[in-house]
Each structure stands twice: as C-alpha cells, then as structure tokens.
C-alpha cells in the first residue's frame, strides 16, 4: 500500500524482472537473477511468476481466451491443452460466455478478470498484482480480487 506515485509499480515491475534496480540483489530461491540471461530470465518469469497488472495489458487483437492461452502458449503447451485450462480458469471467474471476445468488447473488470485468468494458467510459484480490483465493482473485488 502507498499513496499515487509511492514506487508500487516500479516495485513491483523489479521484483517481476521486468525492470532492473539501480542498486541492490533481486534474489528468488537462494539465486542472483541478475546472473541470468534475458533469455533465461523470460523463461523463469513464464514458468514462476504471474503477473496482474495496473492497466491489464491484454493483447487488443486477441480473443479473452486467446490472451489467457498466451503464457502456457509461450511456455510449449499445446493449443488444446493451453485452451482447455483457459477457459476452465475463465469459467471460474464468471467469464465463459465472454471468452471469444476481444479486449475492447469487456468492460473494465472484465478485462481485469482475464489478465487473472491469464496470470494463474502456468500455475506460477507467486503472482503480482498491481491494484487488480482496481478496476472491480465491490462484490467482483470480493470474489476474484
Ligand atoms: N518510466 C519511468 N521513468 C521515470 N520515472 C518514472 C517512470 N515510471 C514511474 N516513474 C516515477 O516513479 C515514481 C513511482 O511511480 P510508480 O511506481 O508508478 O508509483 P505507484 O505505482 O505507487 O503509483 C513516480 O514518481 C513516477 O512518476
Ligand atoms: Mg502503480
């Protein structure tokens, strides 16, 4: 918790990888993630962290399913396995007629409500979540935030 501007996101956005600090280790289980290549870095945050954040950041060209499928996808799941998680995760957050949607055709929760669903699909070891019932109507927020 911290007020507008505090350093959350860029917190978060370090301990994610997605950024590097200035100063100071990142460490994950006993190991120097900064001794990793980028390439073996982007196959780490695939396989052990999800990610939430602030603004979603669905991909606009594809479908609620499709953006969930992505990460497993990426991570060398077959389409029919990858879609067939997607859209039990997708059921469990009271998305499963909205699947073949696209980002644009949701309403902002459930935008929000498919990046969950995307950052839970490779099972991670820790999820990141940068203000994910932001975007929530109360009772939303309560149930999946
Ligand atoms: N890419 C950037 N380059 C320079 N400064 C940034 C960048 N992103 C955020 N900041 C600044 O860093 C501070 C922390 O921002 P941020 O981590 O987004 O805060 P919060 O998420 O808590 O609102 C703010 O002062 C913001 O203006
Ligand atoms: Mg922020």
Do not use: W
């Not at 990858?82 to 935008?111: I, N, W, Y």
């Amino acid at each position: 918790m911290g007020a507008s501007g505090a350093g959350k996101t860029t917190l978060l956005q370090i301990l994610g990888t997605l950024d590097s600090p200035n100063s100071g280790e990142l460490m994950f289980n006993g190991k120097n993630i900064a001794d990793l290549s980028s390439k073996a870095l982007a196959r780490f945050r695939n396989e052990h962290i999800g990610f939430i954040f602030q603004f979603h950041q669905l991909l606009p060209e594809f479908t609620a399913i499709e953006n969930v499928c992505m990460p497993a996808l990426i991570g060398g799941k077959s389409m029919s396995e990858s879609k067939m998680k997607a859209l039990e995760l997708l059921d469990t957050l009271g998305l499963k007629d909205r699947a073949s949607h696209k980002p644009a055709e949701l309403s902002g929760g459930e935008q929000q409500r498919v990046a969950v669903a995307r950052s839970l699909i490779n099972s991670p070891d820790v999820i990141l979540a940068d203000e994910p019932s932001g975007n929530l109507d109360s009772k939303n927020a309560k149930e999946y935030g």
